[in-house]
Structures are given as structure tokens and as C-alpha cells.
């Protein structure tokens, strides 16, 4: 019997399989690399339509870098560029050779018959080239993970940082006619107009403040500074008060030195007029707990939304501004206070250097969400070398660790108490005990000057000097008792109702008309 020759079968597991199933070549186009060099060549324009797309490293390949480098060195002093400029550049930095000499010069020219769609390619390889960076940054960062002796916290912190700086690379905006921006302004000054006390922006609560401001405008970066003790928490927390419970405005306020408790006691002893030592050891009088249970109402439900992550950086406040405005509409953004934040992950020679990326990512931010930003800051100790009524008083080279925050801010205020100094009285004989003056130093878009409110120190309170505080009697059925600033105790605390007779019950079951507290 003829032996059978046996024929082997198929087996889909022994075929060899394509390298692409195995590995991946990372993003690049060569052939729209040769066409752009070849294109910057031959027209002389060419250049400018793509030096805001492309850098050297948006080349994959080497010598493509090297030539656009020296394309580059010719269109920055201003000399034409050709084949015959290109070579002769190349040749003064010692890199024709590497390119492939004359020849592949002349071969890149010889592709292309014009630069017409010269800004389209060169978009796709800058989007190429981001791409590689993306997938070397998540590698960096997966190999970093697998690292046990690092903290991961850090870590994460690295990344945030190298992510931003990767993404401001690489934001661009581009021009606009200015047709539409003329529609934007118009309509503005319209909504303005149609306003009945004239803001053009988010009113603070604070009458004469807000006049000469016109309100905190969109996109603005606001500096509110001050020495330690001046109140600076307080009067941001006044505002913000103002903001979201009287005029219902959301605000988010980041408070990086207390705690979010700490913050809403302030908060509750702004808006329920009881000291704030007694919020904090919970010693109030009877009449006291029913006029906490009362104002307490106006703190509720409030769109007032408070982040004490401690040592915020400028990433993570990116991540949370965004998602405050997308779903909570938030209007204005505070900040307590600056100089804590950080910008870890990014490398910096000095603290200097670390707030000014602070500072003007701020400012871009504010653009970004189209919305102002109020940051505290610190001052130096400047201010208490000096002698003098106005040798107290702050000024811009005061501000602490960088002439970067002057420079980004569109406003910057200086909070001043006299009264801290033993000053009384000012050179025109006004009485200064109990006030503020609020210093517009620096107004991009209007007026500088001062503005005087009342600080109330038992209350963490600002208010505007002509406003009384009115309190409710905490008695049924309501009411209102009207306290000057004359009929207060010498202490500033509010003396009880005289026909007011507390109750023995339990002061959180609620002696308003709306029922007990809804906790």
C-alpha cells in the first residue's frame, strides 16, 4: 500500500501572528512631517501659520527636529527660509550630517507643491506628539504605582502637577474677530442698564464698597490682604453671607487654615449675633438659644458650599472649581488664604517662584470659568516697622512672598483697623473705634480708594456703618427689636428684649413661626 502522506491541519494557534498584535508603534506621521518641512521651505509665510502649533519635540523623528529647530532660529532673527538658509543653519549648529546632508534637504522640498493645507497637518502632529507624551506620563505614573516605597498621596500630587503642565502646554486659544465680542460687551452694558442699583457685577452686601467696584466682576482675580488680626476671614465670611443668604448667590468658599466647623461657627455667630466665645463653649443664655434657633433658619439651605482640604493645590482647586460651577452654578469662588496653597508636583527654585504659578493660575482659572476669585493673602511684617497713622497702612510692596500677586490681580484690597494700633481718631476727627477701612490699592478696570465699614470683633462681623442689626425677640408670634449701636452693652453683646421671659423648654424645638429646626 502506497503510504499516505499525511497533511497537517490547520491549526490557528501555530500561525504566526502579526507584530501588532504584540506591541504598538507609538503615534507619529512622518509623511505629514516631511510635508510641513518641505512646505516651510518653499514659501515663506509658511512659518508663521504654524510656529503657535509646533515645537521641535512635536517631531517624532530626530532629524525632523533638528531641521525644525533650525527653521526655527531662522524665522526668530528674521531670515528668509529655503532650502539653500536651512542647509547652511544646519551646517553652523553641526547637524546637516545627521539630517542626511543636502540631499534629504532638497528631497523634503521636492514632496510638496505648495503649503495649502500646511495648518492641518501640522495640528495632526502636534496632536500625535501629545499623544506620545500622555502614554509616557501614564507609564511613568503605572511604574511609580507598582513602587511600595512611594507614598501614594505624593505620587498623586506628582502627577496632578505633570498633567497640568502638559495641559497648559498645550491650551491654545485662538484669535476672534471682533464682531461677536462687540455683541458680548453690548449686551453687558444692557443687563447693566437694566439693573436698579448699577452693578455690572456680583454685589458684596457692602453699599459704598460695591459702588466703587460696580461689584466683583467675571474673570477678575481679587487680593484681599492684611496683617494677622486685621479680619480678613471675617470679612470675606460677611460677604459670602451676603452673597448666598441675602441675595441667594452659590459661593464656594475653600478654607485652607480652619476647619469647616470652625468656618460655620463664625459663620452662625455672623448671622445669629451671638459672640463667637459663647458659640464656642456653648454658654448662652436662654434668650440666646431662642435667638439662635430663630436666625439659625436664614443659614439653612443656603447655597454656601465650604472644602477645608488642608494644603489645597492648584490642581486639586481646578478639579473642585470646575465641578462647583458645572453642577451648583457657583458665582464666586473665596479663598482662605493663598500663601497655603501649593503647586506640588511641579519643580520650583524658590517659594517666590511657587506663588507666582499660584497666583496666575488663579487669574486663569478666573478666566477659564468666567467667574471672580477673592484670595486672602498674607502681608509682610513691613507695616508694623513703620510709624504713623499712615505709616500703618498697608501697600503693595507689602504683599508676602511674591510681586507675582500684584502683578496677576485685577484688584487688590488692603484690610486696615486703625483702632488695632491705638489709633482713634483720624486726622479729620472721625471716631475709628469699631471701624475698617477697606484700601483699593491696585483697580485694573476703575477707582481706587477707601471704603469704611464697621467691624463688629464679637460677631466675626463686617457690616456697612450705617446698617443697625435688627434681631427678632425671641418670643412667639415673631416680631422684631431694633438695636442701635447706642443701646449696646458695653461689650458690644446685644442686651435681651425687657419684656422677654425665656422658656424652660428644650431651645432647639423651635419657637418660630415655621415649626422646630429641620435637624
Known amino acids: ?84 538658509t536651512v542647509k547652511e543653519q544646519l551646517a553652523k549648529r553641526g547637524d546637516l550630517e545627521e539630517v542626511g546632508g543636502p540631499f534629504y534637504i532638497t ?32 507609564s511613568n505614573v503605572q511604574s511609580k504605582a507598582f513602587d511600595e516605597t512611594l507614598d501614594v498621596d505624593d505620587l498623586m500630587q506628582e502627577a496632578e502637577g505633570r498633567l497640568f503642565e502638559i495641559s497648559q502646554q498645550n491650551m491654545k486659544k485662538d484669535y476672534t474677530q471682533i464682531n461677536p465680542v462687540i455683541a458680548e460687551a453690548y449686551q453687558l452694558i444692557q443687563t447693566a442698564a437694566a439693573r436698579t442699583d448699577g452693578l455690572s457685577g456680583l454685589e458684596s452686601g457692602f453699599t459704598k464698597l460695591d459702588k466703587m467696584t460696580s461689584g466683583w466682576q467675571r474673570s477678575d482675580l481679587i487680593i484681599i490682604a492684611a496683617r494677622p488680626a486685621m479680619g480678613k476671614t471675617a470679612f470675606v465670611l460677611s460677604m459670602a453671607k451676603n452673597i448666598a443668604v441675602n441675595y441667594r448667590n452659590p459661593v464656594a468658599v475653600f478654607s485652607l487654615e480652619m476647619s469647616n466647623v470652625q468656618l460655620v461657627n463664625r459663620l452662625i455667630s455672623n448671622a445669629c449675633e451671638i459672640p463667637s466665645e459663647k458659640i464656642k463653649s456653648g454658654q448662652l443664655a436662654d434668650y440666646e438659644w431662642q435667638q439662635l434657633d430663630y436666625k439659625l433658619r436664614d443659614l439653612l439651605d443656603a447655597p454656601l458650599y465650604v472644602d477645608d482640604t488642608p494644603s489645597l493645590s492648584v490642581f486639586e ?89 500684584e502683578q496677576d490681580a485685577d484688584m487688590v484690597c488692603f484690610i486696615h483697623r486703625p483702632e488695632y494700633y491705638k489709633i482713634y481718631t483720624s486726622q479729620d476727627g472721625t471716631d475709628l473705634r469699631g471701624m475698617a477701612e477697606i484700601i483699593i490699592a491696585k483697580h485694573r478696570n476703575g477707582a481706587v480708594g ?7 470683633g464679637q460677631f466675626t462681623r463686617f457690616q456697612n456703618p450705617e446698617d443697625d442689626m435688627v434681631i427678632p425677640q425671641p418670643v412667639d408670634g415673631g416680631g422684631g427689636l431694633l438695636v442701635s449701636k447706642m443701646n449696646m452693652e458695653s461689650d458690644g453683646s446685644v442686651p435681651p428684649p425687657a419684656d422677654f421671659a425665656p422658656q424652660t423648654d428644650n431651645p432647639f424645638g423651635g419657637v418660630g413661626t415655621d415649626g422646630p429646626l429641620p435637624f
Not at 507643491?113 to 492641518?120: C, D, L, M, Q, V
Not at 497637518?121 to 500625535?128: E, G
Not at 477707601?450 to 463688629?456: H, P, S, W
Open 1 to 84: 500500500m502506497a503510504e499516505q502522506k499525511r497533511t497537517p491541519r490547520s491549526n490557528s494557534k501555530n500561525k504566526v501572528q502579526p507584530v501588532t498584535d504584540y506591541g504598538r508603534i507609538q503615534p507619529q506621521a512622518p509623511e505629514l512631517e516631511e510635508a510641513v518641512l518641505g512646505a516651510l521651505m518653499i514659501e515663506k509665510d509658511a512659518y508663521s501659520l504654524v510656529s503657535e502649533i509646533l515645537r521641535p519635540e512635536s517631531f517624532y523623528e530626530h532629524r525632523h527636529q533638528l531641521i525644525y529647530s533650525a527653521i526655527t532660529d531662522l524665522a526668530v532673527n528674521q531670515k528668509p527660509v529655503d532650502i539653500l
Open 107 to 138: 528631497q523634503l522640498s521636492s514632496k510638496v507643491a505648495s503649503s495649502a493645507h500646511i495648518e492641518y497637518h501640522a495640528r495632526i502632529i502636534a496632536q500625535k506628539a501629545l499623544a506620545r507624551e500622555l502614554i509616557t506620563f501614564t
Open 317 to 405: 482647586l481646578r478639579t473642585k472649581a470646575r465641578r462647583l460651577v458645572r453642577e451648583h452654578g457657583v458665582r464666586i469662588i473665596i479663598i482662605d488664604y493663598l500663601q497655603l496653597m501649593n503647586a506640588s508636583g511641579m519643580s520650583f527654585g524658590s517659594r517666590q517662584e511657587e506663588v507666582s504659578t499660584i497666583s496666575r493660575s488663579l487669574k486663569g482659572l478666573a478666566k477659564e470659568l468666567n467667574i471672580p476669585i477673592i484670595a486672602l493673602s498674607q502681608l509682610n511684617r513691613g507695616v508694623e516697622n513703620r510709624e504713623g497713622e499712615e505709616g500703618k497702612r498697608p501697600q503693595l510692596s507689602d504683599l508676602r512672598e511674591s510681586g507675582a500677586i
Open 450 to 456: 477707601d471704603v469704611r465699614l464697621r467691624f463688629i
